[in-house]
């Protein structure tokens, strides 16, 4: 059904059930009268809105290159946009999909940090997720922690940074996280959310005990390993693909109190990555002698002819009260004098620089001592190989860490720089070709051009994946490690968008040419056969169809990802 019609089919059932706020109602078509039928019968009429407002919000993203972002349109903007008060409401939105011959798109909306459009439900229905707290009596009804049993339930809709405080004062904390809180429970699961603690926890996907899911036929389900565990592992990673969560129960663990927060300065990309694989070697064969183990984050930023050397990404946060002796006593970890020595050797080292970037959590009911950390300092100032004289660190609030991406947003915003385009690449990586990447890109391709946005660059154990959920990573070539890279560049300026998405074709060619077997994360693709041969591959492919008949076989869930747009045979 094209967009227009639909369109009209909404709008005059809006003008029949929804108040004086609804726009003018148009004629409906004849072909649109049943979808008319469908949703006025079930009752959620009310909770739908088909006023430009609303779908614009709807189908736009925090990328802003697809419906409503820059140049031609890649995806057509969503018809209508349903709030719901209740998860019923949405099983009800989608059995009614379901029973049409030509079933509408659907799918839930988070914080719509998508990059290109995959949360938008093109011609079809956005479901506004963020409307289950809102309209429920608020989100507190939606987010319970369970201090004996150790867990917390939270609404699909929740934020991350809502679920941090929340356990946070029972003394407890989720253990797996992504860097930026502002972003929902059900968004991150259905994607895999990792970060620096995901060498030791693994990423959120493995650390979800229960889900309540809503599949594609309008089925709520509640799953877990234990029951229906084919679900539970398709839904965690699985894009959106399978069923829409709708709470999430997440294991907590006694919480630090503070962070040590430090950075060691490198001039090789082979001297960085070989001290983050030995920070990041636990439970593994082989062991990592004295420093395996010493942090419980672990990251890494490339910067690359970049001026200043502190990102939106990574704001400092105030000083502690009482820093420790290797904590810097300013705001800030590099003062001006730092700063220009810092600038001096990216200069000798050709204009890029590595910095491995981690934590060290303790106080609290189960954390080391300040004096401890001391001494894990001591010994990683001793054994990492990195340039003598450059290391920053400074003590802050385990929640204030675990934030800090957020302090970075607010200062973007005041200066209008956070709602422009985000023309994002992340890539897993095999280890065999990281160093190779690094020379022909940080190097290469993007030398050449000023950075506009923070470069990551970090290891993963493969052990900590579960390979029966959806989630896509680096094909098993026998390493045990695997790299994550994030490409996070913001275009604030007139042809920077085609200017960039250019850089990262010729960034994907460069890894065709070289043979680096990498794979996107958070990842768009054109075709489904573009998606079949450069993502799931044959190995994975057969396995996510089937799953996907099982669950939506009529394709209604997340078409804007480009996966499935028509219902399987």
Request: proline share 6%; glycine share 10%.
């Amino acid at each position: 059904m094209k967009q227009e019609q639909v369109r009209m089919a909404v709008l005059l059932m809006l003008n029949c059930f929804v108040k004086a706020t609804a726009p003018p109602p148009w004629p409906p078509s004849a072909s649109s009268a049943s979808f008319l039928d469908d949703l006025g019968d079930l009752g959620i009429a009310p909770l739908i809105r088909a006023d430009e407002a609303a779908t614009a919000r709807a189908s736009a993203d925090f990328g802003n290159l697809s419906v409503a972002g820059v140049g031609a349109p890649r995806l057509a903007a969503a018809a209508a946009v349903l709030y719901p008060s209740r998860p019923a409401d949405i099983a009800a939105l989608l059995r009614a999909s379901c029973a049409r011959p030509a079933p509408f798109a659907v799918s839930a909306r988070g914080c719509g940090h998508s990059v290109r459009g995959q949360a938008s439900a093109p011609d079809g229905v956005v479901v506004d997720m963020a409307s289950l707290g809102r309209l429920q009596g608020g989100g507190a009804r939606r987010l319970a922690v369970s201090v004996e049993g150790r867990y917390v339930d939270a609404g699909g809709e929740q934020l991350w940074v809502d679920v941090l405080r929340a356990s946070m004062a029972h003394g407890l904390t989720p253990v797996s996280w992504t860097d930026y809180l502002h972003l929902t429970v059900g968004g991150t699961l259905s994607n895999a959310g990792i970060s620096g603690q995901a060498f030791r926890h693994g990423p959120q996907i493995s650390n979800v005990l229960e889900l309540d899911v809503i599949t594609g036929v309008g089925e709520m389900v509640t799953c877990s390993k234990e029951k229906a565990p084919d679900l539970f592992d398709a839904v965690l990673g699985g894009l959106g693909q399978f069923g829409v969560i709708t709470r999430a129960r997440i294991p907590l663990a006694p919480a630090p109190a503070r962070a040590r927060w430090v950075r060691f300065v490198y001039t090789t990309a082979a001297a960085m990555t070989a001290d983050q694989e030995r920070l990041i070697a636990v439970d593994r064969a082989g062991g990592a002698g004295a420093v395996g183990g010493l942090m419980d984050y672990v990251e890494g930023s490339v910067h690359l002819n970049q001026g200043l050397v502190e990102t939106w990404r990574t704001q400092p946060q105030p000083p502690s009260p009482s820093p420790s002796p290797s904590s810097s006593s300013s705001s800030s970890f590099f003062s001006d004098a730092d700063e220009a020595r810092v600038a001096a050797l990216a200069k000798e080292a050709g204009g890029v620089l590595y910095f491995l970037e981690g934590a060290i959590y303790f106080g609290g009911a189960a954390g080391p001592s300040a004096a401890d950390v001391d001494k894990r300092m001591d010994v990683l100032r001793r054994e990492l190989r990195h340039e003598r004289g450059f290391v920053f660190a400074q003590d802050v609030a385990y929640a204030g860490f675990l934030d800090r991406v957020h302090d970075g947003e607010l200062k973007l915003r005041a200066a209008g720089l956070w709602d422009v385009p985000h023309p994002w690449l992340n890539l897993f990586l095999p280890r065999s070709g990281v160093l190779a990447f690094a020379d022909g890109v940080f190097h290469g391709i993007l030398s050449r051009t000023p950075a506009m946005g923070p470069v990551l660059i970090y290891p993963m154990n493969r052990n900590k994946w579960d390979s029966n959920m959806s989630a896509v990573i680096t094909d098993d070539d026998g390493d045990e490690v695997f790299y994550t890279v994030g490409i996070l560049r913001s275009a604030a300026a007139a042809g920077d968008v085609g200017r960039l998405e250019e850089q990262n074709d010729e960034i994907l060619g460069f890894c065709e040419v070289a043979g680096i077997a990498y794979k996107q994360y958070l990842p768009y693709y054109g075709s489904q056969a573009e998606w079949q041969k450069r993502h799931f591959g044959a190995k994975l492919w057969p396995r996510f169809v089937q799953r996907k008949s099982k669950y939506d076989p009529k394709a209604i869930l997340s078409r804007g990802q480009g996966i499935f747009t028509s219902p399987l045979a």
